[in-house]
Each structure stands twice: as structure tokens, then as C-alpha cells.
């Protein structure tokens, strides 16, 4: 199976509501980055946390790295219907040389936020 | 503009023939990547540039892939003899280098559709 493995595979949910989204791993890391995806196209990088982070915060979201579990979770706060998106996690190997940038990505979470 | 950009956003193609996709990174960056997307999945990393170096191409998944980047800036994506299965979404994106833990930039993406 994948390296970065979201679930759940989709979230419904009410505006104001708390969105969270976990993604699994397998190797070992340097960092997890967490995107966003409008219907398909172009991806937003959100936040980015190290293997030596626990915890990060940007704005309304809050992503935790428990590098023992091999795992992360995103957490949208007081949602909004414009959050309403893919949200996929990636991984950044320690490979080092020809790793960087080569980023493993999960099959996604389908956000919905209902108004 | 100050983006990563793509060319064609769409192109439906007859299978069997070729096709290049464009892909103008953001001025100065000098990474560059392609990725691939079937539908309502993650990414599969495709190949790397980086400055003058040898490409990374282990993402590639068939010899009728290939990829280029002329003057270190501009790259084409080629496939030849387009299969059915070649039809997903095709991203490039940019960092400001190669090194881990770099903001990778993603393009809106060319959707590509074999018949």
C-alpha cells in the first residue's frame, strides 16, 4: 500500500464544526507537509512539520507529528463551506540528494462543509 | 504571472499519438518536478530537475515518458504513443532549490483524456 495514507477517505460535516484528518507512513522522514486541492486542480501547500516537531500551528489549522506511530493529523477549527476541498498529506524522505522535493502522497480526504 | 504555469490546461488526445505538456516554473526557482494524478487519487512523483544536475527520472513509469528542461528554466513532458491509462491530471511545480523542506509551488496542472 502507500506511503502517506489518509483517512478518513471522506469527511461531511457543518460549518463551524471541526474538521480532523489523519494520514499513516511507513519510512522514515525529514517532514510532512499537508496540501489542499480545489476540485482537482492545483495543489496549496498548507503547513509543513519536521521530524522533530510534534506540534505546529497556522491559523486554523493544527497539524500533529507522532513520528513512533508514523502518523499526523490535520486539524481544521470552526470550519468553513470554503474549506471544502481534497486535503492530501506527503512525506519528504532523508534519503538526501536526489530526495528533495520528492514527495509521497496520500490518496486524499474529500472535505465537505456544509453551510 | 508569478506562478507556476501549464500548457494546455485540456488536451484530449487519439490514443497511439503524442503529446507534450509545457510547464513554466516560477522565475528563479530552480527546482522543478512533474507529477501525475488518476482520478480521486494522490500524486505519483514522475522526475526532478535540479540546476545543471542529472534529472531524477525513477518516478517515469514507462520509456515512452520523457522530459526536459532547456536553459534551466522551461520543461516539456513527452509521451509517446499515448495509452488510455496515460489519462490523468498532470502537475509540474517549482521550488527555489532542492533541498529538503523547501515550499514546492504547483501549477494548476494539464488534464489529459486518451480516447
Known amino acids: 500500500s502507500q506511503q502517506g495514507e489518509e483517512d478518513p477517505q471522506a469527511l461531511s460535516i457543518q460549518e463551524g464544526e471541526n474538521a480532523t484528518m489523519n494520514c499513516s507512513y511507513k519510512?522514515?522522514?525529514?517532514?510532512l507537509q499537508w496540501y489542499r486541492q480545489n476540485s482537482g486542480r492545483g495543489l496549496v501547500h498548507l503547513i509543513l512539520?519536521?521530524?522533530?516537531?510534534r506540534e505546529k500551528h497556522s491559523g486554523r489549522l493544527r497539524v500533529t507529528l507522532d513520528t513512533s506511530k508514523k502518523s499526523s493529523s490535520l486539524l481544521i477549527t470552526a470550519s468553513r463551506a470554503a474549506d471544502t476541498a481534497s486535503y492530501f498529506c506527503a512525506t519528504e524522505g532523508n534519503a538526501g540528494g536526489t530526495s528533495y522535493g520528492k514527495l509521497t502522497f496520500g490518496q486524499g480526504t474529500i472535505l465537505t462543509v456544509h453551510p | 504571472g508569478a506562478g507556476v504555469s501549464q500548457s494546455p490546461s485540456n488536451k484530449v488526445t487519439e490514443k497511439g499519438k503524442d503529446v507534450e505538456l509545457r510547464c513554466d516554473p516560477i522565475s528563479g526557482h530552480t527546482a522543478l518536478y512533474w507529477y501525475r494524478q488518476s482520478l480521486g487519487q494522490g500524486l505519483e512523483f514522475l522526475i526532478y530537475f535540479q540546476g545543471n544536475s542529472a534529472p531524477d527520472k525513477s518516478g517515469l513509469p514507462s520509456d515512452r515518458f520523457s522530459a526536459e528542461r532547456t536553459g534551466g528554466s522551461v520543461s516539456t513532458l513527452t509521451i509517446q504513443r499515448t495509452q488510455q491509462e496515460d489519462s490523468a491530471v498532470y502537475l509540474c511545480?517549482?521550488?527555489?532549490?532542492?533541498?529538503?523542506?523547501?515550499?514546492?509551488?504547483f501549477g494548476e496542472g494539464s488534464w489529459l483524456t486518451v480516447v
Open positions: 512539520i519536521r521530524s522533530n516537531e
Open positions: 511545480a517549482s521550488s527555489r532549490q532542492g533541498a529538503l523542506g523547501n515550499t514546492i509551488y
Open positions: 519510512t522514515s522522514i525529514n517532514n
